[in-house]
């Protein structure tokens, strides 16, 4: 089905086909930059920016220097044939992108429209029937572009296609109503039962999050609503962390599946590719001991698990 133009262009940092593991069947996730919050166990910080990057990996540069010069702001230089990339002064034109051509420098996010995005995933359409599977839209924090993804979620509704949003609870409550319309399932992240610790973790408190988390399962049910909860070392997963979660979804009345996803580090290169080599925190995987008493403390309240990772 044509699509009519609606002026909301979204910076999209990727587009994953043949996704299992963010709502029912096979899906298209759909990945929109800028996020909130500032998570220390992030593994995708190159969502964390609204607006479209560059990254660098080093190990591709053959030292060739055409970025030097297309690089009007001197943010790239040779030394010794080794490239220097002053991250600090980088702009994030994207023009070292364009001549690289060992994709050392590389553009993260691009400005689609709903049109284009829509033209991208319905490509996949035979698989979501087949499997009764649909579109997810993560991030970042999705909610962060509210035009375009609203935009995007009412064309996939138009055409039939089942929704899910996955989202940290961080958005304005007036924009739920909006959200119940064309969203088929939320995916939602509950990290944190104290808003102190939260607010250590994440740079946010977290008093808008379960206000959202209450008034939507009020709402819809947990029919339409997965809990989501990381699992990470030194953060939330003591058993009185647990146990406060799991009073948070009880006293909620949350009787759906909890998705538990372990910390692993697989994100220090992505870091280093932004140039945020001080951000990074190394952190130790979560321990299978831990994890297997974390199932059996949502077991023993009656709260089914599934673990991803």
């Given at each position: 089905m044509?699509?009519?133009?609606t002026g909301?262009?979204?910076?999209?940092?990727?587009?994953?086909?043949?996704?299992?593991?963010?709502?029912?069947g096979?899906?298209?996730?759909?990945?929109?930059?800028?996020?909130?919050?500032?998570?220390f166990?992030c593994?995708?910080?190159?969502?964390?920016?609204?607006?479209?990057?560059?990254?660098?990996?080093?190990?591709?540069?053959?030292?060739?220097?055409?970025?030097?010069?297309?690089?009007?702001?001197?943010?790239?230089?040779?030394?010794?044939?080794?490239?220097?990339?002053?991250?600090?002064?980088?702009?994030?034109?994207?023009?070292?992108a364009?001549?690289?051509?060992?994709?050392?420098?590389?553009?993260?996010?691009e400005?689609?429209?709903?049109?284009?995005?829509?033209e991208?995933?319905?490509?996949?359409?035979?698989?979501?029937?087949?499997?009764?599977?649909?579109?997810?839209?993560?991030?970042?924090?999705?909610?962060?572009?509210?035009?375009?993804?609203?935009?995007?979620l009412?064309?996939?509704?138009?055409?039939g296609?089942?929704?899910?949003?996955?989202?940290?609870?961080?958005?304005?409550?007036?924009?739920?109503?909006?959200?119940?319309?064309?969203?088929?399932?939320?995916?939602f992240?509950?990290?944190?039962?104290?808003?102190?610790?939260?607010?250590?973790?994440?740079?946010?408190?977290?008093?808008?999050?379960?206000?959202?988390?209450?008034?939507?399962?009020?709402?819809?049910?947990?029919?339409?609503?997965?809990?989501?909860?990381p699992?990470?070392?030194?953060?939330n997963?003591?058993?009185?962390?647990?146990?406060?979660?799991?009073?948070?979804l009880?006293?909620?009345g949350?009787?759906?599946?909890?998705?538990?996803?372990?910390?692993?580090?697989?994100?220090?290169?992505?870091?280093?590719?932004?140039?945020r080599?001080?951000?990074?925190?190394?952190?130790?995987?979560?321990?299978?001991?831990?994890?297997?008493?974390?199932?059996?403390?949502?077991?023993?309240?009656?709260?089914?698990t599934?673990?991803?990772?």
């Amino acid at each position: 089905m044509a699509h009519e133009a609606t002026g909301s262009v979204g910076v999209i940092f990727d587009i994953q086909r043949y996704c299992v593991y963010d709502g029912p069947g096979i899906r298209t996730g759909v990945f929109l930059k800028g996020c909130p919050m500032r998570c220390f166990w992030c593994h995708n910080p190159e969502s964390q920016q609204c607006r479209p990057q560059v990254r660098f990996l080093a190990t591709r540069c053959d030292g060739c220097g055409a970025c030097v010069e297309r690089c009007d702001v001197g943010a790239i230089r040779l030394r010794k044939g080794k490239l220097l990339w002053d991250f600090e002064h980088c702009n994030d034109c994207g023009e070292c992108a364009d001549v690289c051509t060992e994709n050392a420098f590389a553009r993260i996010g691009e400005e689609l429209s709903v049109a284009q995005t829509m033209e991208r995933v319905m490509a996949d359409r035979d698989f979501f029937a087949g499997s009764h599977g649909g579109v997810t839209v993560s991030g970042g924090e999705p909610t962060m572009q509210p035009e375009f993804l609203l935009h995007l979620l009412r064309a996939l509704r138009q055409d039939g296609i089942h929704t899910a949003l996955d989202t940290c609870g961080h958005f304005p409550g007036r924009l739920l109503p909006q959200l119940l319309e064309t969203v088929d399932l939320f995916l939602f992240d509950i990290k944190h039962a104290d808003d102190q610790e939260h607010q250590r973790a994440t740079g946010f408190g977290n008093r808008r999050i379960l206000e959202n988390f209450r008034d939507l399962l009020a709402k819809v049910g947990s029919a339409r609503v997965t809990v989501r909860v990381p699992l990470v070392p030194g953060f939330n997963t003591e058993p009185g962390d647990i146990e406060a979660v799991i009073e948070v979804l009880t006293s909620a009345g949350y009787e759906g599946e909890v998705h538990l996803m372990p910390y692993h580090g697989w994100a220090k290169s992505k870091y280093e590719s932004l140039g945020r080599f001080g951000d990074y925190r190394d952190l130790s995987d979560t321990p299978p001991a831990d994890t297997d008493r974390v199932i059996a403390q949502f077991a023993a309240h009656g709260l089914e698990t599934r673990l991803y990772g």
